[in-house]
């Protein structure tokens, strides 16, 4: 009895040593970023990286987690909480969310050096450099512009873009004729409202970066120009111009009714310039997306090509990581990959530089115009400038805006508040 | 037998250890954890200093959204009770007079809302409130009513009666469910003897099927009195507390100030502050159900 007792407990040892000694043979790198959908576009590029990366590094495995935008933050924030952060993980920049992580010193340093001569566009590790360390890889070249569905519009017997905002007003009853949505965007998560109240400020006027001043306390948010900017916004709402449950529609819901072709318009950044490669909408909405220019205010100073753009979508290694060295080669093997992919697949406009070619689709062709045009971008937008408090604070005012619940005097007020209590911090 | 009481008493705390020491770890030690951050203006990581009772101090004396969430869950206490469970009442009362076999099938479809996953159910209703495509507004549509057909989760006017309904909606076959088994168990001869004594219907269902029915009358409205305290998942779903914070609750405030705001030591302050309260409140119903009892 006895000997059968110790010969299983042998056993079972054996096994468990075994099972050990495999489990050590391989390298599990944790990844994760805001790319749920895994087979077309941009997630699809990122997995073929992965792909490849694991073929060239027998013996490692790759477990991403994903989730769209605003849940993905909240995640990462509760998985610093928690100190359990991915190896490597997709995030916004350093002058935006990145920077608590960087200063709570959660991101390992890189290597600039090794980036440097990846062909990034101008400044583009600039922005994720800070103390003088670089701290993530940008992948995209950011703008805010307006896409469009060239079929619909001509269905509604309009045969230009607005180049003016009183344009575009114009165009809301034709499109609403039709039974079609003139615009969409994602209302409910706020900062695509966020970044067009700045644009508004922008366009109205012509000066770069009021609002980041404002910020810093150098001018206030009760200035005229930023309630003319936010009685602007609170007018493209109210004129019937977005889907009508704007403020609870979130990403994917605004983004799907363009796609199907129920809405005509879809204000939003260059990111999305997938959508002309994008397999799960119809060969008809592909072939007749567009993109064009924020529109110009009236009587306004700003210019049309005056951009809201930034590099965003940084990739870091966590400073936890207990692969660190394998984390360095995968971002090196990222920097060269996904530029070539993410242009070959039309996924994105990526933040090196990328040619034109003729089989480009007509919006990737439009995207690289509007960024070969602009004549200034604005740098991260103010909502993610300042401390996460100031974020969600400034969203919460937008959205009271927008739903009507407060005027545009109210909500510069309450813009200023947030902003000195930022400034405390 | 005589019996060393010492040891039996030692076999008890052994017996009950391993309880409590889940509720300890579960319950105690997290509270603890909470109470301490929320004396710190701790952003979840980082460095963080104590600011002694600050917090509290903001909450109570300068946030509006804070005492709008409360608001919130006191109407939805007083929805539950005062609407949900009068019907689902009413509906077992029925149910319970029907044949088996129309009582069963009506039973199974009452109750489908409550099996039903959270996400399904509130992706459910956000279609059906849809102001463009949802089915709500295409029926007001059809018969004329364009006027009220809003956009429901997101109009500041309707939005917090949606959200209220949907949660509704979903508890309402629990409470069914639980009234439907009580009557069952009341023995017919109580009620046909107070028949007998010429109560009518009406009359025997207050006089003697309620009483008899107190203590489970209790159970469900302490029951929903907790889930309407702690409701967050729906609501997140739903509007996320939106639009401008209108359909704001305490669980879902305190997730959003501590993961979202950055704010972990307030969002802590509130997850105490909103213990207090659901344990006060619970208190306070248990209180009331066994003085009405009595």
Known sequence: ?425 | MARDPSRSRRTIAWLVAPGLAVLVFSLVVPLGFSVYYSLTDSAGFGDYQRVGLDNYKAILTDDPVFWRALRNVLILIAMTIFVQNPVAFALAAVLSRLSARASRLLRTAYFVPAVLSLVIVAKLWVDVFNPTFGILNKVLRLVGLDAIAVSWLSDPHTALAAVIWIILWQGFGWALLFYYAALMTVPRDLEEAARVDGATGWQAYRHVVIPHLAPVIATVIIIDVISSMKQMELIYLSTEGGPGDLTQFLGVYLYQKAFVAGEYGYGSALSVLFVVISAGLTFAVQRGMRVIAR
Request: net charge positive; glycine share 8%; with cysteine.
């Open chain 1, 1 to 425: 009895m006895k000997t059968s007792t110790f010969f299983i407990f042998a056993c079972a040892l054996a096994v468990c040593g075994s099972l050990q000694a495999s489990a050590e043979s391989k390298i599990t790198l944790k990844m994760g970023d805001n790319l749920p959908d895994r087979n077309n576009t941009w997630g699809a590029i990122v997995e073929q990286i992965n792909g490849e990366f694991k073929a060239a590094h027998p013996g490692t495995e790759i477990v991403t987690e994903s989730y769209p935008d605003q849940p993905y933050q909240q995640k990462i924030k509760i998985y610093a909480t928690a100190k359990q952060l991915p190896d490597l993980f997709k995030f916004w920049s350093v002058t935006s969310l990145l920077k608590p992580l960087v200063d709570g010193g959660f991101v390992a340093p890189l290597e600039r050096a090794a980036f440097e001569t990846m062909g990034y566009r101008p400044g583009a590790l600039d922005a994720n450099t800070y103390n003088g360390k670089l701290y993530g890889i940008p992948v995209s070249m950011d703008f805010w512009v307006i896409y469009y569905n060239k079929k619909l519009f001509k269905d509604a017997g309009i045969d230009h873009v607005p180049t003016t905002l009183d344009e575009l007003y114009a165009m809301v009853p034709r499109l609403k004729a039709k039974g079609l949505i003139p615009m969409t965007t994602d209302g409910k998560d706020a900062w695509p409202l966020s970044i067009t109240f700045d644009q508004l400020v922008w366009r109205i006027s012509g000066e770069r970066g009021l609002p980041g001043k404002a910020l810093e306390r150098k001018i206030k948010f009760t200035d005229p120009v930023f309630v003319q900017a936010a009685r602007e916004l609170q007018q493209l709402v109210k004129s019937g111009l977005f889907q009508e449950d704007l403020m609870v529609s979130d990403y994917g819901a605004a983004r799907n009714l363009f796609g199907q072709g129920k809405a005509a318009m879809y204000l939003m950044g260059s990111w999305e310039l997938g959508l002309g490669a994008d397999k799960s909408f119809s060969n008809e909405f592909r072939a007749n997306v567009d993109v064009f220019k924020f529109p110009t205010v009236k009587n306004g100073k700003g210019n049309v090509d005056d951009l809201m753009g930034w590099y965003g979508g940084n990739y870091v290694i966590s400073a936890a990581s207990k692969n660190l060295a394998l984390d360095k080669q995968y971002l090196q093997f990222y920097a060269r990959r996904f530029p070539e992919l993410a242009w070959d697949k039309q996924a994105t406009l990526p933040a090196q530089t990328v040619k034109a070619r003729p089989s480009d689709t007509p919006v990737a062709q439009s995207i690289l115009r509007i960024a070969a045009e602009a004549k200034a971008t604005s740098g991260t937008p103010a909502v993610d400038l300042a401390t996460p408090r100031f974020k969600s604070d400034h969203e919460n005012a937008i959205r009271e805006l927008c739903s009507s619940l407060i005027s545009p005097e109210d909500f510069v007020k309450k813009l200023d508040a947030a902003a000195d209590k930022a400034v405390k911090k």
